[in-house]
């Protein structure tokens, strides 16, 4: 292993040719990767080219190179954005000192457990997700997951290195268990709920991508505000990938609706079952998989009122949502946010200690921007000339972190008994028949240009490529 050239064979823009021990201790981890990735990667990709794009600089203006790629030999590389020396922090109790360029002694725990809980989400979802390869609806469709894949594996990679640069034995051990944890395993699972969950079928992951992706996003913005600069900056870069994944979810979403509002007005109804026989997902199906990827996916950011949240601002690790961009103190303290509880059989909002509150602050700027794709799908059925829209549920319903995960809400936002949510609950998540009929519909359409019947075909291809490119080649 030793004569293979990292500074060659790992794209990267961190000097890792000047540091030897740095190198070493990736060459370590590097094969393990690889065996994961063959272990619990993709199924049967392994010979298949694939038009990949590839991250190879940060340059905005051409960050990433498409070719035809076996997934395997992806060169995951290592990017940092530039770093300005000058930079100082600008929220909490240490606004205005210099930004970190190495960890501080006594945020090390919580810089180190953060790295991980993000790290953690990126190689689960290859994991959630590996099935899907077998039943994609398009070439163009299976080209877009596993270039997903490959970047989840590349944002694995962006962790990684943070761990074992900055965090010695420590980020060495953790950046093993990374490799270790499986998502849904009953031992060892992935730190987080919604990254043990399955996405079984195209339209979980369409959501999954759309919702739990979106997660990432405010995620890694939050932590593109960070006191300690190389999180910073790795962060920053790593979203410039997540946009494609979103886009991913938001317009395969789309297409799917597209499909089913023009088999609704073909045959003029809204009948399920009759939709269902003709092969296309009805929009009540699709409103309970919302609302499943909606509720899973916002607990993601944790216990409303967390005196975490608090230490994770006030210590500079983790900022708000375009920390930047609001004109406060940046300091927070005094200040407070509504968050709500459940208080004889109402939901009331309760003014608690912004500091406290700052997982639901987070919560809140994700729901604003995952509303505003729900709106742009309510186009397409606007367009279609149907009066049916999907909704979004309400913040309380079907929680399973903090105050709300006490108590049973519907979508629409009433506190309800058990007997009325047993009675009600396969109307508003989906059922094992729904996924069942889901299940069916899926399976391999490999000829370029051919989509499955339940999803309308895309509006352009990638890079400027034609919908019917060959997008997967297999081998
Ligand atoms: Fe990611
Ligand atoms: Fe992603």
């Not at 990374?178 to 979980?204: C, H, K, M, Q, V």
């Not at 979810?249 to 073909?266: K, L, P």
Request: aromatic share 10%; net charge negative; glycine share 8%.
């Amino acid at each position: 292993m030793s004569s293979i050239d990292y500074s060659q064979k790992i794209p990267n823009n961190v000097g890792l040719s000047e540091d030897r021990t740095l190198q070493r201790a990736l060459e370590q981890w590097q094969p393990n990767f690889i065996r994961w990735w063959d272990e619990v990667g993709p199924v049967g990709s392994t010979n298949h080219d694939v038009y990949l794009r590839t991250a190879v600089s940060v340059d905005p203006q051409g960050w990433a190179s498409f070719d035809y790629v076996k997934m395997r030999d992806y060169r995951w590389g290592i990017f940092l954005n530039p770093g300005d020396a000058s930079r100082s922090i600008h929220f909490g109790d240490h606004k205005g000192e210099p930004a970190w360029a190495d960890v501080p002694g006594e945020h090390r725990a919580n810089l180190r457990r953060i790295i991980v809980t993000q790290g953690d989400t990126e190689p689960a979802s290859v994991e959630q997700q590996r099935h899907l390869g077998l039943t994609a609806p398009s070439l163009y469709d299976l080209r877009n997951l596993f270039q997903i894949n490959v970047e989840e594996g590349r944002h694995l990679w962006a962790m990684v290195y943070l761990l074992h640069k900055h965090f010695g034995r420590d980020g060495r051990e953790e950046a093993e268990a990374l490799l270790e944890r499986r998502s849904g395993d009953e031992n060892n699972p992935r730190i987080l709920g919604a990254f043990n969950e399955a996405t079984p079928d195209w339209l979980s992951f369409f959501m999954f991508t759309y919702f739990t992706d979106r997660d990432g996003k405010f995620q890694l913005c939050a932590l593109a505000e960070s006191s300690f600069d190389p999180l910073a900056r790795t962060t920053k870069f790593m979203l410039t990938e997540e946009a494609h994944h979103m886009f991913v979810g938001e317009s395969g979403v789309s297409r799917v609706i597209q499909r089913t509002a023009q088999a609704m007005n073909e045959l003029e109804t809204d009948d399920v079952t009759r939709l269902r026989a003709a092969g296309v997902i009805d929009l009540p199906t699709i409103q309970r998989y919302l609302n499943f990827h909606y509720s899973v996916t916002i607990d993601l950011f944790g216990a409303d009122q967390s005196s975490n949240a608090a230490t994770f601002y006030s210590t500079g690790i983790k900022g708000r949502f375009e920390e930047g961009k609001r004109d406060d103190d940046h300091v927070l303290k005094g200040r407070t946010y509504p968050v709500l509880e459940a208080v004889n059989g109402q939901l009331v909002e309760k003014d608690v200690p912004m500091l406290n509150a700052l997982n639901e602050v987070l919560r809140d700027d994700f729901i604003k921007d995952s509303v505003a794709g729900i709106g742009r799908w309510n186009k397409v059925l606007e367009k279609a000339g149907l009066p049916q829209r999907l909704t979004v549920p309400h913040k309380a319903f079907h929680r399973n972190i903090g105050a709300l995960s006490g108590v049973k809400v519907s979508p629409d936002g009433r506190v309800i008994g058990e007997s009325e949510w047993q009675a009600q609950v396969e109307q508003w998540l989906p059922s094992r028949q729904d996924r069942a009929f889901v299940a069916s519909l899926m399976g391999r359409v490999a000829e370029p240009g051919r989509f499955a019947n339940w999803i309308a075909p895309p509006v352009m291809g990638i890079n400027r490529m034609p919908v019917d490119h060959a997008y997967v080649r297999f081998g």
